[in-house]
């Protein structure tokens, strides 16, 4: 090989060689994580999201290809809040990799970074057997996503102690974008304070309280049971009463509850994206806020 040749290529294959070592393999459980994730990691990680935005998060199918992409994680983080009880186990059993396991650098969960809102006392399971740890769809409150960006921008310096001076330059980026936009949504549904909502699932309620919107129902009877006819009923009658403005529903639900429900009284029906990458406008977190918040905003006018 001439040997101009050869020291290119030395200088190639050390480049990649590097940065294969360099990038940590990480898997978030949801893409509100991977979005937060990739804005700290930037080049330095590679990450991917088991459930999709379009996705309820409680009920993820455990494929073979999430093992593969588990298996081969330096980190996994998850909600935690027992959201993906159902199927994150499994794949972390599955995986057979010790540090990925509950209390090893490879697995982190952020609800370790807030203080969660409905938390039940465990003998009570009047309202349903899903959550009674507390509501774990923090990531709808732009406030507590400062606290876990702080949790996943830490844990990746502790495994990549070489980037923590990145890590820590693009969470204080992250953090300062983050306040100007709360600074915006606050004042683009501060005229809405007050109005009376009734969502589907707990998925919202950070959110309505970031925004001090009073949530008076739901169309789930029972967190993760679906709407009956005899319940609808009973909304029907509180909407009225309350004078519910809006009917909010995760994009992924029917919204045939909530049609009905808006036939019949004044409340107006709105189609959200749950999640980062519930729709085509939501790609990162910003982007979904944004696009939840235009979609309030224009509802409510
Ligand atoms: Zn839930």
Not at 37 to 56: L, N
């Amino acid at each position: 090989m001439p040997i101009k040749l050869w020291i290119l290529f030395s200088v190639l294959s050390g480049l990649i060689t590097r940065s294969a070592i360099a990038n940590l393999r990480i898997v978030t459980t949801t893409e509100d994580l991977r979005s937060i994730t990739e804005a700290i990691g930037d080049e330095f990680i590679s990450v991917s999201s088991i459930a999709k935005g379009t996705q309820d998060p409680h009920y993820v199918e455990a494929k073979p290809s999430f093992l593969v992409a588990v298996s081969r994680a330096d980190l996994v983080i998850s909600i935690g809040l027992e959201l993906e009880s159902g199927w994150l186990p499994l794949l972390l059993r599955g995986a057979r990799q010790p540090k990925l396991l509950p209390g090893e650098p490879g697995c982190l969960s952020v609800s370790e970074a807030i203080i969660p809102i409905e938390i039940r006392a465990q003998a009570d399971r009047s309202d349903g057997d899903i959550h009674p740890l507390g509501n774990p769809h923090f990531m709808a409150d732009p406030q507590r996503v400062i606290l876990v960006a702080e949790l996943i921008s830490k844990r990746l310096s502790e495994l990549d102690p070489a980037h923590a001076k990145n890590f820590k330059q693009n969470l204080e980026r992250f953090k300062l974008k983050l306040l100007n936009k709360i600074a915006v949504w606050k004042q683009k549904m501060g005229p809405f304070k007050g109005i009376k909502v009734i969502g589907y699932h707990m998925t919202f309620n950070y959110l309505f309280k970031f925004f001090d919107f009073d949530v008076v129902g739901f169309l789930e009877p029972k967190p993760g049971i679906s709407p009956t006819a005899q319940h609808i009923l009973k909304l029907i009658e509180t909407a009225k009463i309350k004078k519910v403005k809006i009917i909010v529903i995760e994009n992924f639900f029917d919204p045939k509850p909530g049609v009905t429900l808006a036939e019949k009284t004044k409340a107006k029906l709105v189609m959200i994206p749950a999640y980062v990458g519930g729709d085509d406008s939501s790609k990162n977190y910003f982007d979904w806020m944004d696009t939840v918040v235009n979609n309030l905003e224009m509802n409510l006018k």
